[in-house]
């Protein structure tokens, strides 16, 4: 017996002939009953197909790569609730102290008492949570702003008299101490050099940016940084470049841009970091504008150039940024869309065939840093430097509170090791770094300097890129230390992380340790780095959870800071760095 064939049944039906339980021919718009009786003729929307096993695999990728994004994104952080309570019982920062800060400063957030303590001395809230003033930063600012003792005045004299030999080591000593941190010359620039040196001219551009160059190849010269101001051999140099700034902020050019930003990098050498500030605000507001009005499109030498002029500014501006209180020109909204500079031109500030006279102004002890290796590490810094902007996202936002999220920590720590595993071998830092010092030993630390410890100016890059690993580190992990602080239990996952954070610290003290007698570019910050670092280091020691584990060398690194202070001739020169040391000195005692 055959068994009878199933009647094909309309997959879907209309509404009316569904209520009738009638059959529907499934005709479309309209079946063939409906169409007859004038009815208007609906059908229900088809049920969606159930996806496959691969389909919802990839939904699931998906959605995980956009919480990863959400979670990633510093956006996250800026939306704060008003009801955000920190962690553990106490509610917003009153319980801490300093509840009289004032709410009715524009530019100061006013909610900054729920603002998460990120470890940079202009957060409010990080101050608070150290028991300092959280106007700290503001108060540097107004100290260094009025204090101009040290700073040398413009001169108008209208002769200059100067050396060409003197002149000439100047330069040997900017190329071989400061040009490979700021590749912003151009190549014909020695010419110039040498012709503006050569001859009374009249006030121009040119001579301003030939001037200030050879104003800080004099500074860079003295043995120390106490020398120079005793000395104060750029006093002729940058006296008369600071008479020739109206020229300068009349010009829209390259040349304007280069003497402004090399005047930043001037005040950074000799340690003045709000003076700095000032230039390089005004040398970003013209690269920036340089750019937008396409006015070098058509030379390609001069466009290379600008780029590097923009990273240069870029570099100075965030580094001046994390911890002075002070404007910002909005340069990081460029940074994607300027070009890094290109590898194949030449950087170097003098052609082949000029070389020999160069070799014969530098220091006999030094050894210059390669083309090759300008270039690398130029690229390098960059990247550091996107990281560093990165590394403060391992915080998120859950059920209207601001926690540490191991996982972004995690991804953060894995890509700066493949920063550091892309370094070329000959500025590659070993990690971990050798702590003599660390099993109790007194270390030496000299006093910050222009001209001491190593004169290879590869060894100065190779600490300079190791302090900043040790750095971006410790930022990462700073997070872990604070949700403990507000904790009575500590999860397993944060308390590695905080030894990954007290680890980072001791690299980071001794790295800075031989930094600052290498590298005279930017004292200052060396110094606020180390201040900041070890006021919350020395704060998360305290915790409970975390007593037991501070090692002998944490401690070590606790006293080399407070003679680092105590003995570096940039902190007697800045009244900022000795509010900071006495500081220090105040708080951090031998054993947390």
Known sequence: MSTPRARPRATLACEMCRSRRTKCDGR??????????????????PIAPTPSKNEMDMQAIKTRLEDVFTLVSMQSLERLDPNYVIMGNSTGYNAIGNDQYPMDESIISRTWRMEFPFMTIQTPSTMCLLGLDPKLAARMVVSERTDLSSLTPPSFSGELNLQYEDAVSAFGYFYDKMQHWYPVLHQDFFGLYLEKMGNDVDPSTDLCLVLIVAAIGSVCRCSSLATAYSTRPDAGYIGKALSILPCVNLEFSLRSTQCLLLLAVYYNCIGKPCQAHDYILMASCKAQALFKCHFYDD???AIELLRRIFWS???????????????????????DRILLPGIHMSWEPFHSTQRYIIEQSRPLDSSALTSNDTKAYFLAAISMCRMMRRCFASVVLFNNKEVYAPIIANELANQLDKWYEHLPTSLKFIRPRNLAFAAGASPTFAGTGTGTGSSSSQAAVTRFLEMQFYQCLISTYWPAVYSILYLDAAPDTSLVDCSRFFDAYVGLVSSIADTIKSCPHTPWNFYASLFITTMAAYKGAQAPCLRHTISPAVVSCFRAAKRMFEGGEAVVNSTSLVMMGGILSQHVKAEP
């Open 28 to 45: 479309k718009p309209s079946c063939s009953f409906c169409e007859d009786h004038d009815i208007i003729c609906k059908y229900r929307d």
């Open 299 to 301: 030379d390609n030498n």
């Open 313 to 335: 500014i870029l570099l100075i501006e965030t580094e001046l940024g994390y911890h002075m209180d002070m404007p910002e020109s909005n340069i990081w909204k460029f940074d």
